[in-house]
């Protein structure tokens, strides 16, 4: 490693930009003649449209045009889908209800879009949007996933009989239940994986622009992936043909999933521009962003674990049902299944596991994937369960699960995943030392002299990620593959532009990419840049999520790069006469191994462009352009221990200590990689001591719709974490990267709730755990 | 936000008239509760007159013990004021854990104590000090002033131009914080002095402030904390919502009792 290079703790380049106020996000976009919009929203959790006035609306000042769902429908805009196809048991399709950009006879849940008001201010869009005389006809709403199940319960769609979307399996159900039946001790937990509101600090927001001239649309828009958003919007919602349609995803302020989903927002705004012949600019506000934002998990499971005479794990049977709003996201359907239930087997051999997953809709916002998106919902459930178990049998939570870890590679679990290499004892050991775990009773003991009620609690997560190899996700009902485009160019003068698919919003792409760059050329960070977010540019790729775009960006970029490397060896080797397999490249110059000869790395890069003195029979230039599609997903792991002080008094949990120790394979920045793992336990920790989202049953209303009712973390709600690495590398890539982005959110929670459960020696707790619930649960007979 | 007109008034008479003249005006202080109602379209005043610039609502006023806050001082100003730490260190400690650093250099007293949010700190000091709300036209108790959620003895157009109170023994603050909002779900106020003991809560009450005769009874019996052991409040009254039931904040009014004593023995 370089001082830029692969390892290097190079500070983000593109952090002066944003710490300076200097960033350009959607709403900081102005085109001559852009307007704004506002959007009518329905104030019911379920109702029908009787009628839509917009005759006040269309007088108001300013207003420019007043457009409703019917006029989108008679032009032809498709409704929204989702493109990952789940059958259920029976072998039946799942029951996707239709989703209108604009609804036409019927909403499903507060917030949902009924009309955009096109007008010359903001103020003024809004003030129209009030005008637009909406008439309803209330229906009784359902939120909760396991009443919609119910008999009676209020129908959302058609296509949905008793609100089920699915009904779904996965793994081995009888030898499931013979094992649990034979089973010297089975644990037996109800789990609930609470529903989470995203938060980006930045709102969603939208500018369409079409350009009545050129028939050609542009979008700017707060999106992970702009060019599945272009294919999505050409392909199914009939907005333009992808040569009409210019997707632009500038700096965007943090995702977490939330933002991957192409919304009716940015669907709309683009129809609105051509219809009112203005350029639309729409910026969601916090309230919109609560109730309009996919959410996240909310997931309510039971679960048997069973064990044999030697405290060995024989089974796992797990039956969920996963609330998924009034509206089928984009991947939602992937998220409760092949996100979530292929992970069941956690870190340890389980020779039977059998998942039932039923997917439900309900009059709440779309569910969606959410930073660990069905990992997290696997890891809390198995790993809850794994530390009670060991409770229950009398052994340590680290006995119990090194007892049962998987130790050798490949291991295929029975629930599809091949895990490539890992190495979980040392993980666990590595975080017991930091933890100073065996010091524990006494830290215990001095808490209680203060009055303090002192716990800890281990997680042991695995993930997959790096998302995924196509084929293998098409046979599980992907409707896209999962691959990502590079294309390295190398200027006249030898300074490289990569253009990649992958999307950075607040990952550090620009400068993370750029040391692979730096790494392979020895050649200045500075001069490396990174080209993303925009279909004109980049012509094609998936986007980041699931903690993508190392493992299967990155190596785009790699595979580019081994390209240039042979045709600018190819190149030395003709400048030096020398032999191209003698070529070596080392700081900045390609030299003839072990002689003196060298060309350095720009007089290459001219000479490719000169073109004067060239091999026979090559082109000019240099630049190369690759797909990679990988062949396994990523297995990221480790293990977790957080350190936790009850006030018994008023049941305020203090985290006193948290440990990460991970296996990310190898990593490119590590100070990049410390600041996801921080961010990520802040979301987790979020998760469980916090974030609670939460609907009035009765009439649907988002309770939690601002940050007066829905806490976030915040700086003094978290400690300073100990985290560290042990890396394997991963087989499976060319840079055996594993991945970084979610690990925190999905290994924490498990660990705090463990930790707050034995401070209080009451196991029945469930996540937000705010201080209302421990003072319950302690002062509750159990 | 809807379109408003904004006023600086000079003076509080000036501030009075700007409020006659409006259609539909209303004061504001720092703005910490109406800004934020208004920009979500809750609150759509034709006129807002802004007192916070008036002179004469300005400082925190020490003379023995005997202290007068004008209405337009900020949390920040009360928090940092060196003579008042002196008479009662517990109004500028309550002082410094308002909101956060910008609410605290923004929000005033008078803003605070005329909005009478039923989980604001301010009107369960107040009430415990036995101190006085003085307006432009008349003086008023704190036990009559604060009249229930959001409510105040306040005609439309008084304006709050200062609260006085006289410093007393002892004083101690202790909240629980919502653990979104970060407003009070529980904070109590205890105040010992010549004339006896004075318990008030806020956060709690489904009504607002008020004091608790089961607090002020074993306090009075002796100012400590452990004289709070085995006390209970009825939950009857209290507000029960998502972050927290009636029987949690009647425990919650005991110990942050407790913990408010301690903080006023020091």
Redesign the interface.
Known sequence: MGMEGIGARVARKEDKRFVTGAGRYVDDMVVPGMKHAAFVRSPHAHADIKKIDVGAAQKMPGVIAVLTGKELKTDGIGNLICGWMIHSKDGSPMNMGAWSPLAVDKVRYVGDAVAIVVADTKGQARDAAEAVEVSYDEKDAVTDASAALKKGAPQLHPEAANNLIYDWEIGDGDAADKAIASAAHVTTMHIVNNRLVPNAMEPRAALGHYDKAEDHYTCWTTSQNPHVARLVMSAFYNVAPENKLRVIAPDVGGGFGSKIYIYPEEIVCLWASKKSGVPVKWVADRTESFLTDAHGRDHVSEVKLALDKDNRITALKVDTIANFGAYMSLFSSAVPTYLYATLLSGQYVIPAIHCNVRAVYTNTAPVDAYRGAGRPEATYLLERTIETAAREVGLSPAEFRSKNFIREFPYQTPVIMNYDAGDYETSLKAAMKAADYDGFEKRRDAAKKNGKLRGIGMSCYIEACGIAPSAAVGSLGAGVGLWESAEVRVNGVGTIEVLTGSHSHGQGHETTFAQLVADRFGVPLDSVSIVHGDTDKVQMGMGTYGSRSGAVGMSAVAKALDKVEAKAKKIAAHLLEADEGDIVIENGELKVAGTDKAVPWFQMALAAYTAHNLPDGMEPGLKEGAFYDPSNFTFPAGCYVCEVEVDPETGRTEIVQFVAADDFGNIINPMIVEGQVHGGIAQGVGQALLEGCQYDAGSGQLVTASYMDYTMPRADDLPSFKVSTSNTPCPSNPLGIKGCGEAGAIGSPPAVINAITDAIGNNDLTMPATPQKVWAALNAKH | ???TTYHRASSVDDAASLLKKADDGKFVSGGMTLIPAMK??LAAPSDLIDLRHIRDLKGVKVSGRSVTIGAATTHAEVASNADLAKVCPAMCNLASHIGDPHVRHMGTIGGSVANNDPAADYPAALLALDATIVTNQREIAAADFFTGLFETALNEDEIVTAVSFTAPDKCGYAK?PN???RYAMTGVFVVSSGSGVKAAVTGAGDDGVFRSPEIESALTKSFDAAALDGVSVPAGSLMSD????AE?RA??VV?MAKRAVAAANG
Do not use: K
């Not at chain 2, 998502?242 to 039931?245: F, L």
């Open positions: 936000m809807y379109q979500q379209r629980f653990p979104a909002s998502i972050h927290a039931s949690y425990n919650l110990v």
